[in-house]
């Protein structure tokens, strides 16, 4: 099996299948807090490297981990995601992690034919942890659930309960239903008409945001998207 090292390492960085070549861009950098705007591509061609090293891309305008990266239309977006993440502390004998101050986004970036990042409007809050919460239905990108700014009192995390539509169409963000419980870094799904959710880690109860234990249960529901 070949490999194919990137010039640095990374932390949770977006990925995709984009034209032919695997994409690799932002995330985190070695010690997960510092955001990283390096994007690089490989080419590939029936599942194996078609390309002796790596190509470097344009930047991303922001980096960091846990982003929705999506190609659609032939266009590519990278939505969501945070600055900031849990460090490792130096010699620590348990692998322990101290958290740093996180700040999380609300930003949508699109590369096209131009090449050049392009913003589009902002998601209805600032929502992380949504690598794989989303679906393609009808021409509109929809997301369950992530992660939202910090609780301005206790700094705890906030889980989202909220599925947004955002329509290719339009270019326009709403929000189209919720959750039977606020969940993050859960897996999405549409299949013959119902959008299906299963694992991540979810709320501790209606009136507390904070997570608590990951689960492991399928929800489904029908959609009704906005035109």
Known sequence: MQT???NFLRYAPATTLWRGRLHVMGGSKENRHTPALEHWSLAVKDGKPSD???RTEI??????PHRACIVVNDRLFVIGGQEGDFMAKPGSPIFKCSRRNEVVYDEVYMLDDDMKWKNLPPM???DSHIEFAWAIVNNSIVIA?????KHPITKRMVLVGEIFQFNLNTLKWSVIGKLP???KTTLVGFWKGWLYFTSGQRDKG?????????IGEMWRTKLKLNS
């Open 4 to 6: 194919f090292k990137i």
């Open 52 to 54: 002796k090293e790596w």
């Open 59 to 64: 930047p991303i305008p922001r980096g960091g």
């Open 124 to 126: 209805p809050k600032p």
């Open 145 to 149: 659930g992530g992660t939202t700014e």
């Open 181 to 183: 419980y606020r969940v």
């Open 206 to 214: 209606p009136d507390d945001p904070s997570p608590r234990k990951v």
